[in-house]
């Protein structure tokens, strides 16, 4: 992990569940870490549990996945304020229960947008900047159980 000390790791969904706990992770192999989440409160909340030193390189930003306008304004924050982006670990998701066949939908096209374009907002603005600056770095997709399978609705 020395590569990746003080290093600039982005993680969506960060205000909670796996995001939160990738959050104190990469905070504890000493890498700057962005959270990304609508939910800024519950951030500012994880970042006052966070021991002194990590609370230094945590930076929460409000940020919806769903929106390419609410992304590319987090990761013109990042690249200005941090120099860029080295590790995006793409976790915001949901899960609403039911069947793509009955679902209204409005419905589905959130989830697409959250769960799918999300990744590629969020993907194609760190790939952008490890390009840019001509450094190796990776894109981390969290995925669910769920994406394994397909539910058919028989009745």
Request: charged residues 20%; neutral net charge; contains cysteine.
């Amino acid at each position: 992990m020395e590569r990746w000390q003080n290093r600039v790791a982005a993680v969506t969904g960060a205000s909670s569940g796996i995001g939160a706990a990738t959050v104190k992770d990469l905070l504890k192999a000493n890498l700057v870490v962005v959270g990304l989440a609508r939910r800024l409160e519950r951030m500012e909340e994880l970042k006052a549990s966070l021991p002194a030193e990590q609370q230094k390189r945590f930076h929460p930003v409000a940020c919806d996945v769903a929106s390419q306008e609410s992304v590319d304004t987090a990761f013109d924050w990042i690249i200005k304020e941090l120099g860029g982006i080295d590790i995006l670990v793409n976790n915001a998701g949901v899960f609403k229960p039911g069947y793509a066949s009955t679902a209204e939908p409005a419905e589905l096209q959130s989830i697409i947008q959250i769960n799918l374009m999300g990744v590629v907002y969020c993907t194609q603005r760190a790939f952008k900047s490890m390009k840019e600056r001509n450094f190796d770095g990776h894109v981390v997709v969290v995925n669910s159980v769920l994406g394994h399978s397909v539910a058919i609705n028989h009745q």
